[in-house]
């Protein structure tokens, strides 16, 4: 069966590779049980998964919520 899609390789530490599986586990990017880097680099690739931004959301949050407290306690 020919491919459909283009490939590429990616050299990685063993390390690195594993922490790649982990995040497609986490994320939910599976093939069968096992965890499937092509498809998750295809989720960052188009956007559908960001990594990152969500720590920075949430400082951004708790920041708001200590000027909200602050605020409240000035009134």
């Known amino acids: 069966m020919a491919r459909k899609l283009s490939t590429i390789t990616l050299s990685c ?6 922490s790649l599986e982990a995040l497609a586990l986490k994320h939910g990017y599976t093939w ?5 880097v092509s498809a998750l680099m295809s989720a960052i690739a188009n956007g559908d998964l960001v ?12 920041q708001l919520k200590r000027l909200e ?7």
């Open 13 to 18: 530490s063993p390390a690195d590779k594993n």
């Open 32 to 36: 069968g049980n096992r965890p499937n």
């Open 51 to 62: 990594i990152g931004e969500a720590s920075q959301r949430e400082k951004i949050e708790a």
């Open 69 to 75: 407290d602050q605020l409240k306690e000035l009134n």
